[in-house]
Nanobody
Framework: QVQLVESGGGLVQAGGSLRLSCAAS????????MGWFRQNPGKEREFVAA????????NYADSVKGRFTISRDNAKNTVYLQMNSLKPEDTAVYYC????????????????WGQGTEVTVSS
């Protein structure tokens, strides 16, 4: 089992940047694929980015491609989401998730979830 704790959210102006972190407990972090999802009130949670166990493979939602970068440091049991050129529509609670199958866009492929960190982008 793995526990996930997100941090780094906050309030930023449009065009600005934030870096989210997700720290994982346990010694098997490198055996999990990791993903970032986000959710606005009243909306379904949506895929943002995913990364393979080694970090060599990455997948992004079209809405963030070219602006967001997912990365991981297996020595630190941490996955990151660097968010640049932020837009008001990026406002959401961001969740990291750990899965054991593939670096998927599907929520159902992930077994463990963090509590989320809130990101607000003002116009």
């Amino acid at each position: 089992q793995v526990q996930l704790v997100e941090s780094g959210g906050g309030l930023v102006q449009a065009g600005g940047s934030l870096r989210l972190s997700c720290a994982a407990s346990g010694r098997t972090f490198s055996s999990y694929v990791m993903g970032w999802f986000r959710q606005n009130p009243g909306k379904e949670r949506e895929f943002v980015a995913a990364i393979t166990r080694s970090g060599g493979g990455k997948n992004y939602a079209d809405s963030v491609k070219g602006r967001f970068t997912i990365s991981r440091d297996n020595a630190k049991n941490t996955v990151y989401l660097q968010m640049n050129s932020l837009k008001p529509e990026d406002t959401a609670v961001y969740y990291c998730a750990a899965g054991s199958v593939i670096a998927s866009m599907l929520e159902s492929r992930y077994d463990y979830w963090g509590q989320g960190t809130e990101v607000t982008v003002s116009s």
